[in-house]
């Protein structure tokens, strides 16, 4: 039978034209029926030419190009992407990733077998990038962490490689645009699928993309910090949650903390102290382990998390929503 779904790709960019273009690139050759595909680009501001060479890009899909006269944030520009959107499926996909040929093909096998699922595809470091003790980590976290085909929890849905019914995003009311910095926006609106419509999400290595933007150590764990922002305000909003995201003992302390809570955030005080930071941090730049670099990351991350939401999380410190 042939393909008869209409799919609208989601792409928030700002900023990296030449990585954009690579995406927009590995889109214009999936087997997907190029009829049924657009693309909704929104520039969130950027500097460069970004909106110039969009607006004169050639693509066999519908390229549906938006530009933000100011920069609200990644959340801001999907939901304005999803009100111009004509797709009964919507695939988010980031400006840094390069799509298998056969990326809305599985995604779309995936719909047609699961109506009201969510699904989180595959999205692995490319490989020109090389091997370091960050790619190993970031290649292991999350649905990888998983067999494909297995269901996945709502922490683990990500807008690199991520696809839901458009109607379910309208019904739990888009993104919350409360979200300015970096991260955890598309985790909140997962948590929402779930707890609202009861979506249940899923992973499939088959459905695949590439991450082409190199990342040092140093920039993942000061983004790791920045994101604790975004993190507390989730928490704030989901406050059960934590201990799904194994950050409750990396929270300020409470009077309201149990005992044991209690104890393990003064342990977590003790061991994520400067000097065995610094140590594991230089091990992690020099040694490539599997199994101790995966180690190192998790407890650099912890870290770096603890860092921010000490800062960001305690009584009275985020009242404010995430700033821009």
Same mark, same amino acid.
């Given at each position: 039978?042939?393909?008869?779904?209409?799919?609208?790709?989601?792409?928030?960019?700002?900023?990296?034209?030449?990585? =954009?273009?690579?995406?927009? *690139?590995?889109?214009?050759?999936?087997?997907?029926? @190029?009829?049924?595909?657009?693309?909704?680009?929104?520039?969130? #501001?950027?500097?460069?030419?970004?909106?110039?060479?969009?607006?004169?890009?050639?693509?066999?899909?519908?390229?549906?190009? +938006?530009?933000?006269? @100011?920069? $609200? *944030?990644?959340?801001?520009?999907?939901?304005?992407?999803?009100?111009?959107?004509?797709?009964?499926?919507?695939?988010?996909?980031?400006?840094?990733?390069?799509?298998?040929?056969?990326?809305?093909?599985?995604?779309?096998?995936?719909?047609?077998?699961?109506?009201?699922?969510?699904?989180?595809?595959?999205? +692995?470091?490319?490989?020109?990038?090389?091997?370091?003790?960050? &790619?190993?980590?970031?290649?292991?976290?999350?649905?990888?962490?998983?067999?494909?085909?297995?269901?996945?929890?709502?922490?683990?849905? +990500?807008? !690199? !490689?991520?696809?839901?019914?458009?109607?379910? =995003? =309208?019904?739990?009311? =888009?993104?919350?645009? !409360? &979200?300015? $910095?970096?991260?955890?926006?598309?985790?909140?609106?997962?948590?929402?699928?779930?707890?609202?419509? *009861?979506? $249940?999400?899923?992973? #499939?290595?088959?459905?695949?993309?590439?991450?082409?933007?190199?990342?040092?150590?140093?920039?993942?764990?000061?983004?790791?910090?920045?994101?604790? /922002?975004?993190?507390?305000?989730?928490?704030?909003?989901?406050?059960?949650?934590?201990?799904?995201?194994?950050?409750?003992?990396?929270?300020?302390?409470?009077?309201?903390?149990?005992?044991?809570?209690?104890?393990?955030?003064?342990?977590?005080?003790?061991?994520?102290? /400067?000097?065995?930071?610094?140590?594991?941090?230089?091990?992690?730049?020099?040694?490539?382990?599997? *199994?101790?670099?995966?180690?190192?990351?998790?407890?650099?991350?912890?870290?770096?998390?603890? +860092?921010?939401?000490?800062?960001?999380?305690?009584?009275?410190?985020?009242?404010?929503?995430?700033?821009?």
């Amino acid at each position: 039978m042939a393909p008869t779904r209409t799919v609208t790709v989601v792409i928030p960019t700002y900023g990296r034209k030449e990585l =954009l273009e690579q995406t927009l *690139g590995s889109l214009a050759s999936q087997t997907y029926p @190029v009829a049924l595909t657009e693309v909704v680009v929104v520039d969130d #501001c950027s500097e460069d030419d970004t909106h110039t060479f969009l607006q004169n890009l050639e693509t066999p899909f519908r390229l549906v190009p +938006v530009r933000h006269e @100011v920069n $609200k *944030g990644r959340a801001a520009a999907r939901n304005t992407a999803l009100r111009a959107a004509g797709g009964d499926l919507v695939l988010f996909v980031d400006d840094d990733m390069r799509c298998d040929p056969n990326l809305l093909t599985e995604h779309v096998r995936f719909h047609d077998a699961h109506p009201g699922a969510g699904l989180i595809g595959s999205a +692995v470091q490319a490989p020109e990038l090389g091997r370091s003790t960050i &790619f190993t980590y970031l290649d292991a976290m999350g649905v990888h962490q998983l067999e494909s085909g297995s269901r996945a929890p709502a922490r683990y849905f +990500v807008t !690199n !490689n991520g696809s839901i019914a458009r109607q379910a =995003l =309208l019904d739990v009311g =888009l993104f919350d645009e !409360n &979200f300015r $910095k970096y991260g955890f926006e598309d985790t909140e609106i997962a948590i929402r699928l779930e707890e609202e419509l *009861g979506t $249940k999400f899923w992973y #499939c290595a088959d459905a695949l993309a590439w991450h082409i933007h190199y990342q040092t150590l140093e920039a993942v764990l000061d983004k790791r910090q920045d994101t604790a /922002r975004p993190l507390a305000y989730l928490l704030r909003l989901h406050p059960d949650r934590a201990v799904d995201f194994s950050v409750d003992a990396l929270l300020p302390p409470s009077p309201d903390d149990p005992p044991s809570l209690r104890l393990r955030k003064i342990a977590a005080r003790l061991a994520t102290n /400067r000097g065995s930071y610094s140590a594991v941090k230089w091990l992690a730049g020099r040694v490539h382990l599997r *199994g101790a670099s995966l180690w190192a990351m998790r407890y650099l991350i912890a870290c770096q998390y603890r +860092v921010g939401l000490v800062r960001f999380a305690a009584p009275g410190a985020t009242d404010e929503p995430p700033a821009a």
